[in-house]
């Protein structure tokens, strides 16, 4: 079955210093890879996608990500983390399998401190 | 340009209660979707309209219809509201159905008591 894993129910981070939110997935084709953000009471904005070719996207915000197929992850990224950042996170692949529907991860917490 | 817009923001109903969730959208895209969020669960796709005309069952569709008005508008009913149905429901939008991007409204909270 596809599925989407973000082990980190919480990471916390100091301002300036640089940030990891992890995500690993199970799809039996090619992977659609997908982040999204929730800042508080608001809904979902799309911040990057893999589809294919170059494995490091570069998104909104200063946002990265990195598709490694061996360790079937996708792990999200910045260099140096702002205070605006603190937010939900949300990884998501697509399933070719089940209509194109998006399977999302449970969300990881990122609180960035100053 | 508002993007994706849903009625109410809040919504309080006794069990039993029927109410409709309104959702539309200026960026005349084709799909439309309506998902729920509960803690710890991330979003759940209760049913999608992948173009006017057409609609279909998600993930969890149990308890809800879905009416696709016109090209713009993507409502969502309860019919008989029960407590398991308290959560945050999103109304999201995107160009096709196999669009990449989804944009989403700001959310509408329900309780169910």
């Known amino acids: 079955a596809q599925s989407v894993a973000q082990p980190e129910d919480q990471v916390n981070v100091a301002e300036g210093n640089p940030l990891t939110v992890k995500c690993t997935y199970s799809?039996?084709?090619?992977?659609?890879l997908f982040w999204y953000v929730q800042y508080p009471n608001r809904g979902l904005q799309f911040l990057l996608k893999?589809?294919?070719?170059d494995n490091l996207v570069k998104g909104s915000y200063g946002f990265e990500a990195e598709f490694n197929k061996s360790q079937t992850s996708f792990h999200l990224k910045k260099p140096s983390a702002l205070v605006s950042d603190s937010a939900l996170y949300f990884c998501a692949v697509r399933d070719i399998n089940s209509n194109y529907q998006l399977i999302w991860g449970a969300g990881t917490k990122l609180i960035i401190k100053p | 340009n508002a993007g994706v817009t849903q009625t109410p923001k809040f919504q309080v109903l006794k069990t039993g209660q029927s109410m409709t969730l309104q959702c539309a959208q200026d960026m005349n895209h084709n799909s439309m979707y309506w998902y729920r969020q509960d803690p710890g669960m991330g979003l759940r796709l209760i049913y999608y309209s992948a173009s006017e005309g057409t609609t279909d069952k998600g993930e969890v569709p149990n308890g809800y219809n879905v009416s696709r008005l016109n090209k713009r508008e993507f409502s969502l009913r309860l019919e008989s509201a029960a407590p398991s149905q308290t959560s945050v429901y999103f109304c999201?939008?995107?160009?096709?159905?196999?669009?990449?991007?989804?944009?989403f409204g700001p959310g509408t909270r329900l309780t169910v008591t």
């Open positions: 799809v039996s084709g090619n992977p659609y």
């Open positions: 893999y589809i294919t070719g």
């Open positions: 999201a939008s995107s160009e096709r159905y196999r669009s990449y991007e989804q944009y």
